[in-house]
């Protein structure tokens, strides 16, 4: 029945059956005309039909005043039963949207029907019903939820007002618990539509359990939030299914201009004009913002100080303002009317309200600061630079008498902010780096760590035990939640790539000052939201700018403080620290507008006499403008920046200096500044006595004005001026804009005035709580004004930042902070939860400070975790070290790219947790295995058992468990470094309890941090490799339990790391490496043999890689082992060396590559060992290698084969087995048979070349370094492709053929020219140019002798003995004579090297020279050029020339030694009769005085010439025979030669001879030692002979050579020499001076005859060469001969060969030229 009242309308079928009841439920005769109205409306709703062209209020209906008038007088009749059908219609028409308008007040003239509805509806309250205060919420929550209607300001306002009332008075608390979340739900759809602009926005839907969070718990009656939460959806959810999708599908008409801006009616109050310009939505949203604020700051008055109506009320205004902001959106930040309205009223709310103690209102109060912190901070920099102090530094730094709900409101307020990433960061941006600004962030953390280490002790405090650990627990977690943030918001930079300061520097501008270079964001930047201010603020601030602003304000305040206790020395801080202009106005501005300095200290520094303060206390004061002000005015005003000091002289300074400025500024006040300044002391003193209590009798008005009588240049003031001075005094003191009569704590004064926060501080909390604030409306002005102040500043400019590095200044803030209320909490509380807490802030910390880089900070956090796990004192382990342990674990797994040196601590913990958890298990010791002895003692035995059995028993005595219970040091090397003293069983217990703790912690979670390392980046395992090489260092170092795990790790660690590019392996290597030599070399035999073994399994994996050409990492892997076997003492070690590279080489042969060379170096050092079994042992894998493997050996690098060589060579020097050196010589020849036969491959003519230049620049003769100059010319068509590695074979047993053994020496000689003559055809000729040069020449430069003469001092190189020099001579002379025509241009080079054998004093030597010179002559006499001739007899007169230098260099040492008076002897020697022969045995008896060491350097000398005149014999006869066998081939260039090695020859045998002196002392000498004399005679003779045959040979055999070379005139002089000699020994050529006549000659003595016996047969030669000279010749010399030939007559000849030579000379020659005459 009920759906056909109303008729078909939409409307007529919500208000039929709602008319219906009103009827039903009205009494008739007092509510007639409501029932008439009701009819009359149903009446109309029959016939009515749905319209849409009608623009009414309601859809559809042409005239919606008649059928919602019976509402309205339902509504207005207060009778329940009436109110509630007609409360319920109105809520439907709403919620169905079918009410469309814009709904204001109603007014006089034609009011809005749906105005007058809601008007009812707001003024049924009272009633006292519950259902109708229900409805009438439900009725108004649908109007404003409603997106139909448009409620303008005044309506809202009024739809509040109504809610609020029924919060405050409603029947019950289910009705006031709904009015509160009915206001909050209206105030999320108002201001969310405000946000948008538009009806149709989108909102949230209150949580009534939240709304209870502070306040109205205790209204809760038991569902009652259950109900009201379903109230509340469903008004908000309204099921709208029923209505007809058109009728809802677009606004009214009337609707549709909503968001245009609508000016307002010219009869709005003027509060309301700065609302023009704006939309009505955001005109409503603006003044019910505005009206809550002020209704949070009614206070009640002090006739009822205790008014909860007005506290509740209060409270609700602040949670609605706290429900506005939490749903706040950007528009309260870009929209600068907006913004207007927090800063003017919301703020000035949380100032007003900051001083009531009601801790609900407190907690409102931080909630709201939460949301601007959180929202908004980007705009109100400047504001919350002054609530972060007063709200949350205040009650976080009161340490001693703190409100425990209100610090914990503050450390959850501290918890909730620090979990927003950025705003911690923004925070110190922003205020930590900011001159103008308090040190938020600093002061925070320092707060929480006061907090979290508790009172100090000994101080009095109201904190309970209880309370205090609560507090430290909260502090703690905040501190975490802080870290956590930073390293969150640093890793989102990072990840994003904004970690780059050079991107973020590139605009800096560094000419600018730092007072100036804050630059403002100007324009509409200045207004964006804050995560779009970030990303515009990113460009225009750097962390260099940042930096310099930290820098510069910790300057600053430390000048500060500086100032504040010695003024002078902190204005001459900032001065030298440019920190301000040494000038008196700078100094006066620094005194009149920086916040932080003591006003105190600032009066006594102006009040100084010194010139300059004095200059910058008139600069201060004219400064001040008094331009218009009244005296008292200007005092007061002149009077707020400082505190006057307490010195009279002083004062009258700065009073003088003050009526000067006033009077100048007011000329027309007084008649002279006099005048002013005694007015100024006497008010200062009526201020003084006004209001010092200690002033009993105080000064009345009628004083004041007779003490001022006649000032005015002696007449008087006006008496009502100075009486209304002398009010305004009297009424208001005069003091300081920070002064205070409140007692308070030097330290929070000195805090808030650096914070400039003293005056708002002491406005707020001066006054008794819940007072009201009129009295204080002055003070609350100048607060707003300071706001307006500072927004000029750099203060109000927000800076954003996206760079990870400015975490680096937030970290030298708070790390210590942090690690000081970790460690304290984690060392001094059990609490699982605290300590867990402190472990993640160890965490996070060293997350931050390793990824920026901060080695010094990161390492102290590792280390405090390392030191909390007691790792190193087991024994006194509990849960919490445990905790610290797994930390440690999550640190390396999480951080470990950036840990770096951390890495040691980190695995110095894991060496130590493995070391007990091996305890545990009852695992021997790795000692055990690692102790030298391999034999099990009973001790030993006795203690195997007992492992198994400690945690069962905890008794035993075991001096391993004993150790690590009694602990150590956490810096000692290994556990249980203390070993005095036995412990306990109680101790026992402990730990093996402590030890059931640890295996929590699995080896998984062990080994997974090595497993781990795979992923660590380049940097990183690096790092850790050093880390672990260096704790395995320490571990197998230790003297008392050496041990292994982390060597067994490197070795894994390596295995996982294989595979890593090579340039991040090879940095791996080179510290592997470096630790495995070190190790290696260990005394601890066990602990060397260990570390092989591992590097021999690691060379195992690693050859399992195939290697490239041409690279040369496996030779860097293998390395250790060549170092190791090169310096290990231990046979045991070297031998393990040689046997590890067998079993790898011969195993992973067709992988080596460049590991030969190390191969082969550990190979050569072993064949150098002292002990046979190594050096056997290598041969043996060296003999497999060359036999089976040599192609491997040769695949990649010329220098492996080189290597190689080497090797067997050193393995020829081995001194334990000649079988082996032999041996290897043979293997050498094998070498050389393959690479005869061609099987190596590799490219190395530049190698040849560059060996054949370096051969000719090694060698200083002048042939060879022509034939390398022709060696360049040669094309490298010419150079076999192996010719490199014939170079080191060659050259190695060149080497060798010095070696001392004959057997080896003759071996590899044979060996040498064996291979060059067997494969010498396969050389170019430019390899056979270094062959001869660096294999072959070397070979005889030690045999020759070529440099024995030059120092007689130094030691004889090694020579051959006569074998080896013969095989030498005889396998060199085949080589060349088989090879003549590649040879043949170092023919010279090669006759030098066999001669210089002529000069070796072995007989051997010398006949291996002869006999090899007469061969190469023979052999090659036929086939050598005229030059070659010629090259041969140069090289032999060379050979003789190059003995003369040294062997007069001898000769000379015989000058210095003295034999007795020469002069004497000479004359004894010549005497003949027998007086000489006394002097002489006179002489040999001195010889017992001569001294022995020049009787030793004589017998040298005689030793020296006797060789040296064999050689030159010898020389002379080998070139003698060759020139007799080959006289018939020699052109005149060589026997010019010849001649002239015979004519130097004879030179030097005729001046030997003709040093008498030099004679004489050898004779003595040789008497003396009883030695031959020196053959001098006979090397004279046979020189003269030798010369002598030769020409008279040419002279006869080839007349036409002798011709032309003058061999005529060189026979005759020759012999003209022979016959001078003999004469000159006959003593028959006396010189010119002796005139005396010769009376008689005296017979010869017979040393004389000696002599003459000895040259007879030379003398007999030369007259036979003279007898058979033709003729024609002898006639052209005869003139010169015959005085000689005459002299021959008159001599006493010895021997009877001379008279019968002599006679036939005269008969043949003489005779007939006489008788021709």
């Not at 006194?876 to 790219?897: F, H, P, Y």
């Not at 005139?1609 to 020499?1617: A, M, N, P």
Request: hydrophobic share 40%; charged share 20%; glycine share 4%.
């Amino acid at each position: 029945m009920s759906s056909s009242l109303g008729g078909q309308s939409r409307c007529g079928w919500l208000l039929g059956p709602s008319l219906d009841k009103i009827i039903k439920n009205a009494a008739w005769r007092k509510h007639s005309h409501i029932v008439a109205s009701s009819k009359s409306a149903l009446d109309k709703l029959e016939t009515l039909t749905d319209d849409p062209s009608f623009s009414t209020p309601l859809y559809g209906v042409s005239d919606p005043d008649s059928l919602i008038l019976p509402l309205i007088l339902a509504i207005d009749s207060s009778s329940p039963k009436v109110v509630e059908p007609a409360l319920d219609c109105a809520y439907r028409l709403f919620s169905l949207r079918l009410i469309r308008c814009e709904i204001d007040l109603p007014s006089d003239d034609s009011p809005s029907i749906i105005s007058r509805l809601v008007d009812s509806v707001c003024k049924c309250n009272g009633l006292g019903e519950e259902v109708v205060e229900l409805a009438m919420l439900k009725t108004l929550l649908s109007a404003v939820r409603s997106t139909t209607v448009l409620i303008r300001a005044d309506c809202v306002n009024q739809i509040v007002k109504t809610c609020y009332n029924i919060y405050l008075g409603g029947v019950n608390g289910t009705n006031q618990i709904c009015a509160k979340a009915v206001l909050a739900q209206m105030m999320t759809i108002v201001f969310a539509r405000v946000e948008a602009d538009s009806l149709l926005a989108t909102f949230n839907t209150v949580s009534v359990a939240e709304l209870l969070e502070f306040n109205d718990r205790n209204l809760n009656e038991g569902s009652s939030v259950l109900f009201v939460q379903n109230l509340i959806n469903d008004v908000v959810y309204t099921n709208v299914g029923d209505a007809n999708h058109d009728a809802i599908a677009s606004p009214a008409p009337e609707l549709q201009e909503v968001k245009v801006e609508s000016p307002l009616a010219e009869g709005e109050s003027s509060e309301k004009d700065d609302l023009s310009g704006y939309t009505k939505i955001r005109d409503a949203g603006v003044m019910v913002f505005k009206n809550l604020c002020k209704l949070s700051m009614k206070f009640s008055s002090q006739e009822q100080s205790d008014d909860q109506i007005l506290l509740r009320g209060k409270m609700l205004s602040l949670e609605l303002l706290k429900v506005i902001m939490d749903n706040a959106g950007p528009l309260w930040s870009t929209n600068e009317r907006f913004l207007n309205v927090i800063k003017q009223f919301l703020c000035l709310s949380l100032l007003k309200n900051s001083a009531l103690s009601v801790m609900s209102i407190f907690q409102l109060l931080c909630s709201i600061f939460q949301s601007l912190l959180l929202k908004y901070r980007s705009v109100l920099k400047s504001e919350i630079g002054i609530f972060f102090p007063m709200l949350i530094l205040r009650v976080l730094e009161n340490i001693l008498q703190p409100s425990f709900i209100q610090k914990m409101t503050i450390l959850n307020l501290l918890d909730k902010i620090s979990q927003d990433s950025q705003i911690m960061i923004d925070i110190f941006v922003n205020y930590d780096c900011d001159v103008d600004s308090p040190n938020i962030f600093e002061r925070t953390v320092n707060g929480l760590l006061k907090t979290a280490l508790g009172p100090p002790p000994g101080s009095t405090t109201t904190l309970t035990q209880v309370h205090d650990l609560t507090f430290r627990f909260e502090s703690v977690k905040c501190l975490v939640t802080i870290v956590k943030s930073m390293g969150v918001w640093m890793d989102q930079q990072l990840r994003i790539g904004e970690y780059s300061v050079v991107r973020n520097t590139f605009d800096n501008n560094n000419d600018t000052s730092l007072e100036s270079s804050n630059t403002s964001l100007g324009g509409d930047e200045a207004s964006l939201p804050d995560f779009e201010l970030h990303q515009e603020a990113i460009n225009d601030h750097s962390t260099a700018t940042l930096e310099q602003r930290r820098a510069y304000k910790l300057e600053l305040q430390k000048g500060i403080s500086l100032f504040n206790r010695k003024p002078s020395k902190g204005i001459e801080f900032l001065i030298s620290n440019k920190k301000m202009d040494a000038t008196p106005e700078a100094v006066a501005l620094f005194l009149k507008n920086t916040s932080g300095l003591n006003e105190t200290v600032i009066g006594d520094y102006l009040g100084e006499r010194e010139d300059f303060s004095l200059k910058v206390m008139h600069a201060y004061v004219d400064f001040f403008k008094f331009d218009g002000m009244d005296f008292g005015e200007a005092i007061r005003f002149f009077l707020r920046g400082f505190r006057l000091p307490g010195e009279a002289q002083k004062i009258d300074r700065i009073m003088e200096k003050f009526a000067e400025r006033y009077c100048k500024c007011n000329p027309n006040s007084f008649t002279s500044a006099d005048t002013a300044y005694v007015l100024a002391y006497s008010v200062i003193m009526l201020n003084t006595d006004a209001h010092n209590s200690m002033v009993k009798d105080k000064m009345s008005k009628a004083d004041f004005i007779r003490n001022n009588r006649g000032i005015d240049d002696g007449k008087d003031l006006p008496e009502e001026n100075l009486g209304a001075l002398y009010d305004q005094i009297v009424k208001n003191e005069i003091k300081m804009k920070a002064d205070t009569s409140a007692p308070q704590s030097k330290q929070t004064n000195s805090v808030n005035r650096l914070l400039g926060l003293d005056g708002i501080l002491n406005l707020v909390w001066k006054q008794t709580e819940e007072k009201p604030m009129g009295a204080n409306g002055a003070l609350i002005k100048h607060i707003q004004e300071q706001f307006k102040e500072k927004s000029g500043k750099s203060e109000s400019t927000y800076y954003a930042v996206a760079d990870a590095a400015i975490l680096r200044f937030m970290v030298e803030v708070c790390w210590g902070p942090m690690l000081a209320a970790f460690s304290v909490t984690l060392d001094q509380s059990d609490d699982r939860a605290a300590t867990n807490y402190c472990l993640q802030g160890f965490r996070h910390a060293v997350h931050v400070t390793a990824v920026v880089g901060m080695q010094t900070q990161r390492d102290a956090f590792v280390t405090s975790v390392a030191k909390f796990t007691y790792l190193h004192c087991a024994a006194d382990m509990k849960q919490k070290n445990v905790d610290a342990v797994k930390t440690i674990i999550a640190i390396a797994i999480e951080d470990g790219n950036y840990l770096q040196g951390a890495w040691e601590h980190i695995l110095t913990c894991l060496s130590r947790f493995e070391h007990l958890q091996l305890l545990g298990e009852g695992a021997p010791s790795d000692a055990s295995f690692l102790s030298g002895a391999n034999v099990e003692t009973p001790e030993d035995k006795s203690m195997r058992p007992s492992f198994s059995s400690l945690k069962k028993k905890g008794t035993l005595q075991n001096p391993v468990v004993m150790a690590v219970v009694r602990g150590s040091s956490y810096d000692s090397t290994s556990l249980g470094a203390n070993t005095a003293g036995l412990v306990t069983p109680d101790q026992i217990s402990n730990f093996i309890s402590n030890l059931n703790l640890l295996e929590q912690i699995g080896n998984f979670e062990l080994n997974h941090i090595f497993a781990h390392s795979q992923r660590l980046d380049s940097e990183a395992i690096v790092a850790f490799v050093k880390a672990l090489c260096k704790v395995s260092m320490s571990e197998l170092q230790s003297p008392t339990d050496p041990r292994v795990f982390s060597l067994t790790k490197i070795v894994e660690v390596a295995h996982y790391n294989m595979n890593r590019i090579r340039l991040v392996w090879s940095r791996i290597w080179s510290v592997l490496s470096d630790f495995f030599v070190s190790v290696g070399l260990s005394e601890n035999l066990s602990v060397a043999i260990f570390v092989m073994d591992s590097l021999r399994q690691l060379s195992m994996k690693f050859l399992e890689r195939e290697e490239l050409a041409n690279y040369n990492f496996q030779n860097e892997f293998l390395r250790p082992f060549v170092i190791v076997m090169q310096k290990s003492n231990s046979v045991e070690i070297r031998e393990l060396i040689v046997r590890c590279l067998s079993q790898m080489i011969l195993s992973r042969v067709s992988n080596v590559k460049s590991g030969w060379k190390s191969v082969f170096m550990a190979l050569t050092a072993a064949a150098a060992d002292e002990r046979k079994n190594v050096v056997v042992l290598a041969f043996e894998t060296m003999e497999k290698i060359v036999r089976e493997y040599f192609p491997y050996i040769t695949e990649t690098e010329t220098a492996t084969f080189t290597d190689c060589v080497r090797c067997l060579i050193t393995f020829t020097n081995s001194r334990f087995d000649s079988d082996v050196s032999l041996n290897a010589i043979a293997f050498l020849r094998f070498c050389a048979v393959k690479l005869a036969e061609g099987g190596l491959i590799c490219n190395t003519e530049t190698a040849i070349t560059a060996a054949a230049v370096a051969a000719a620049a090694d060698d200083d003769d002048d042939l060879s370094i022509s034939v390398a100059k022709e060696a360049d010319k040669e094309t490298l068509m010419d150079v076999d492709e192996n010719a490199s590695y014939w170079i080191p074979l060659l050259s190695g047993l060149s080497l060798l053929t010095s070696d001392p053994r004959l057997a080896i020496r003759k071996s590899s000689l044979e060996v040498l020219f064996n291979i060059l003559k067997d494969h010498g055809h396969v050389f170019s000729r430019l390899f056979w140019i270094t062959v001869i040069n660096s294999v072959i020449f070397p070979i005889f430069k030690n045999v020759s002798g070529e440099k024995e003469d030059k120092d007689p001092s130094s030691p004889k190189p090694a020579c051959w003995d006569s074998e080896t020099c013969s095989v030498a001579t005889r396998c060199l002379i085949d080589l060349f004579i088989n090879f003549f025509g590649v040879m043949r241009g170092h023919l010279g080079a090669v006759v030098s090297l066999v001669a210089g054998l002529l000069k070796n004093t072995g007989q051997g030597s010398a006949r291996s020279g002869v006999s090899g010179l007469m061969r190469l002559a023979s052999e090659l006499g036929g086939v050598l050029t005229e030059d070659e001739w010629s090259c041969i007899f140069v090289s032999l007169k060379e050979t003789a020339a190059s003995l003369l230098p040294g062997f007069l260099k001898l000769l000379r040492i015989m000058d210095r030694i003295e034999f007795g008076s020469s002069n004497a002897a000479q004359s004894t020697f010549y005497d003949d009769d027998d007086g000489g022969e006394a002097t002489f045995t006179s002489s040999n008896g001195m010889i017992e005085d001569y001294d022995d060491d020049n009787l030793q350097t004589a017998g040298y000398v005689v030793s020296r010439m006797k060789t040296h005149i064999s050689t030159q014999l010898l020389i002379m006869q080998v070139t003698t025979d060759i020139y007799n066998m080959q006289q018939h081939l020699l052109k005149a260039s060589s026997v010019k030669v010849v001649l002239e090695l015979f004519s130097q020859t004879v030179t030097h045998a005729r001046n030997l001879s003709s040093d008498t002196s030099l004679h004489i002392k050898l004779q003595r000498a040789c008497s003396v030692l009883e030695i031959p004399d020196p053959p001098v005679v006979h090397f004279e003779n046979e020189s003269y002979q030798n010369i002598l045959n030769t020409l008279h040979h040419l002279l006869t055999s080839d007349p036409s050579l002798s011709e032309q070379m003058g061999i005529e005139s060189h026979l005759f002089s020759i012999c003209e020499e022979i016959i001078q000699i003999y004469l000159s020994c006959c003593r028959l050529q006396q010189p010119k001076q002796q005139q005396k006549p010769v009376h008689w000659i005296l017979p010869l003595n017979s040393a004389v005859k000696d002599e003459l016996g000895a040259r007879t047969s030379l003398l007999v030669s030369a007259l036979r060469v003279l007898s058979e000279v033709e003729q024609a010749r002898f006639r052209r010399y005869v003139s010169t001969l015959f005085p000689l030939l005459v002299e021959l007559v008159r001599c006493e000849h010895t021997s009877r060969e001379v008279q019968p030579v002599l006679s036939n000379l005269f008969q043949t020659c003489i005779g007939p030229i006489i008788m021709n005459v």
